[in-house]
């Protein structure tokens, strides 16, 4: 089991744990005591105290901003959600509009909202410079569980009791997709990179989805506990779990295998969990106050000194003790030796140079797994003389059932040179074929591969359908890759043959320098062979893929260069890997300070200042949702100062009608009618009888400068 480097007691439960650059750790406990940690010394440099003491962890009860200017917390009696000022201790909002209570927290990656999501399935959208309730996500038919963002802050995802993951992009303010494949309360999400997001639910039944084509690439085995807390790795490799009976699990993010279902054992729930990717630190809380800080890669000295002294034997105890030191770049040196050792051994095994073999081997055999390996090895290369001598007397019959009992024949010389001399009898045999009068002799040429299973199928198969190799060459000859394919995948056997190794390594290249080409920004060049790849089985989804990335990419850097910003951005909207370029970022960069400014605007009721900041993007299709949002956001808050100005009645129910109307019934205006019975209780007014409209089908020329004429 792996030791913390460092670790303290608090005397609550961690609910919070957040690293602040290179000097400060801020860890937060149940009663919403937050202290400043020297990271260092892990000794308290400031405190501060909300005073809230919260009674369940398994939800984010608390949620700083990046830069820790902001907390976003959950009250006492869970009845409302809060977001403060740290530094000046000012209430900036508070959302008491849940029907039911506040089941988490949370604030975006970029600091522009605070997050409050309830049991009633709502998740409101608060703006944190003003403090206004700013837009709702898609309402959920159970109690939001948890909710997470991606790195660059384009998509929230949010996970119910209704076993529903929503999807829903903040660049244009949109429901991507609703993700649909667990069968219990989903619990838990987190987004990983490259498109990719977990979730886990309440069967422990957890998913890694890819979020482009909204399906599902793995599910993980070996949960066998309630998940309470995620994180991953800065670079994405590991995927650590909290569980409720204070275990980590960890997993591989490139194969999805359980690397350790015990990492780590603590002696209560795991409440807090944290990533330090500059120094590779996993920081933990648990219920009992415990803070720890691991080292995921504590041992790395030593286990680099052991393979420099080539005391192979304390490897063993080294990754036992710590499982990820397989994954560091000493690890996976002494894995490339070792390899190159065993080719090596294998070749003097080959020359019946066993003891040279052992010599190589010797450092090797101090480990178990090794040693038992070698063992095996020898063991099976016992009749690899034997054979040679069956190859020598032409009995390859037997030879190949030898292969086939050991498997390590196969990739001796000796069985290649045998695989190549069936080759050449098999085109042969092909050639004679085209005769029918040659029959005899193509038997006379297969008479030493009789009772070879394998080899006899292929030759039944060609004896059956002889033309059919004259046809496949012939669509080679013409160059017509598809026929040829076609010919292949109903005729195994042409497999064996000359002509389909060279339409391998014919694809291969092409997938090489089409590779080449497309790096060096040759993307014309790139098209044409990717279009030629299209007619080959094993390239045609990829290149089918790589040619709509490359056009699209074309078309938005065509659009960029001609300053057509409304295509430009309706391309970007609808593409992660042009989101991830340094001109993708520049102009979702002018967009969100564009969208602050009107959000400005919003926030006072003020259409024209949000018309102004918007105008540019009116005719931008991709932005049509979130202007709606904005626009929808002004309104609200003109109502919210009609009803504060004690508007006449009349007015207010006009304003709500028109609402409706263009928006339909949305969270904003349910919750601003339950304060406007408040003030107006005698109103005949029902939500449900008004012709309602919806966002989805806002477009700019319903913008009216005031919803309440």
């Not at 095996?376 to 086939?404: M, P, S, V």
């Not at 074309?554 to 430009?568: E, G, P, R, Y």
């Not at 993708?584 to 564009?594: P, V």
């Amino acid at each position: 089991m792996l030791d913390a480097i460092k670790n303290i007691r608090f005397g609550e439960a961690i609910v919070d744990i957040k690293i602040i650059e290179e000097e400060f750790v801020l860890v937060c406990d149940a009663s919403t005591s937050i202290a400043y940690l020297d990271y260092q010394t892990l000794e308290a440099k400031n405190r501060l105290n909300a005073n809230i003491k919260h009674q369940r962890f398994l939800n984010s009860v608390v949620a700083f901003s990046s830069t820790s200017e902001y907390l976003a917390l959950i009250s006492a009696e869970t009845k409302e959600s809060k977001l403060y000022n740290i530094k000046t201790k000012k209430l900036i909002a508070s959302v008491n509009r849940h029907q039911g209570e506040v089941s988490c927290v949370a604030i975006d990656p970029k600091d522009r909202y605070m997050f409050s999501c309830g049991e009633d399935g709502m998740t409101f959208g608060v703006d944190i410079k003003s403090g206004q309730l700013a837009f709702t996500l898609p309402r959920h038919v159970d109690s939001v569980n948890d909710i997470a963002f991606s790195q660059n802050a384009h998509y929230v995802a949010t996970a119910s009791f209704d076993k529903n993951i929503f999807l829903f992009n903040l660049a244009t303010m949109s429901q991507i997709a609703k993700l649909r494949a667990h069968s219990a309360a989903v619990m838990k999400v987190q987004f990983l990179k490259n498109n990719r997001l977990f979730s886990v639910d309440k069967k422990n039944s957890a998913i890694i989805w890819d979020i482009a084509t909204v399906s599902v690439l793995s599910r993980l085995q070996g949960i066998h506990d309630d998940v309470t807390k995620v994180t991953i790795s800065n670079d994405c490799m590991f995927l650590f779990l909290g569980t409720k009976l204070g275990y980590i699990l960890v997993y591989d993010l490139t194969t999805y295998a359980l690397i350790a279902h015990r990492y780590l054992k603590h002696d209560s729930s795991i409440t807090a969990l944290a990533f330090d990717e500059l120094r590779n630190y996993l920081f933990v809380g648990t219920e009992g106050g415990g803070f720890f800080v691991y080292d995921i890669f504590n041992g790395e000295e030593s286990l680099k000194n052991a393979i420099a002294d080539k005391r192979y034997a304390l490897l063993p105890s080294y990754i036992d003790a710590n499982p990820l030191l397989a994954y560091t770049k000493t690890f996976h040196t002494f894995e490339l030796l070792w390899d190159k050792t065993l080719q090596k051994a294998k070749e003097f095994i080959e020359k019946s140079e066993k003891q040279k073999a052992m010599k190589l081997f010797e450092n090797f055999l101090e480990i178990p797994s090794k040693k038992q390996f070698v063992q095996k090895l020898f063991l099976e290369y016992e009749e690899y003389d034997k054979f040679l001598l069956l190859i020598g007397q032409n009995k390859l019959a037997l030879a190949y059932a030898l292969a086939n009992k050991y498997q390590v024949y196969k990739e001796s010389g000796a069985y290649k040179e045998l695989e190549a001399q069936w080759k050449k009898t098999l085109n042969a045999a092909q050639k004679y074929l085209s005769n029918p009068n040659n029959q005899e002799k193509v038997k006379e040429l297969f008479a030493p591969y009789r009772g070879i299973p394998e080899k006899t199928v292929i030759m039944q198969d060609l004896f059956t359908n002889s033309m059919v190799c004259a046809r496949f060459k012939n669509s080679m000859i013409h160059k017509d890759f598809k026929l040829a394919y076609e010919y292949v995948k109903k005729y195994p056997f042409l497999r064996e043959s000359s002509e389909y190794s060279i339409l391998i390594q014919y694809s291969d290249a092409l997938y090489i320098k089409a590779q080449e080409f497309q790096k060096n920004k040759d993307t014309h060049s790139a098209i044409k062979l990717y279009r030629m790849l299209l007619d080959f089985e094993d390239f045609k989804e990829e290149a089918k893929a790589i040619i709509q990335e490359i056009e699209t990419q074309q078309k938005f850097f065509n659009a960029l260069h001609d300053n057509d910003m409304v295509t430009a951005y309706n391309l970007l909207d609808s593409s992660y890997d042009l989101q991830q370029t340094s001109e993708g970022k520049k102009l979702e960069e002018i967009w969100e300070n564009e969208y602050n400014k009107a959000s400005e605007y919003a926030s006072r009721g003020d259409i024209d200042g949000v018309k102004n900041a918007l105008q540019k993007y009116i005719g931008t299709k991709s932005k049509y949702m979130a202007i709606a949002t904005t626009v929808a956001w002004c309104y609200i808050t003109q109502l919210d100062g009609a009803l504060k100005s004690k508007a006449e009645q009349k007015i207010i129910e006009n304003g709500i009608k028109n609402y409706i109307l263009y928006y339909g019934l949305t969270g904003q205006i349910t919750t601003f009618f339950e304060q406007f019975l408040k003030s107006y209780p005698q109103t005949k007014l029902n939500l449900e009888s008004q012709k309602q409209g919806a966002i989805e089908n806002w477009r700019p020329p319903m913008m009216v400068k005031s919803i309440l004429d």
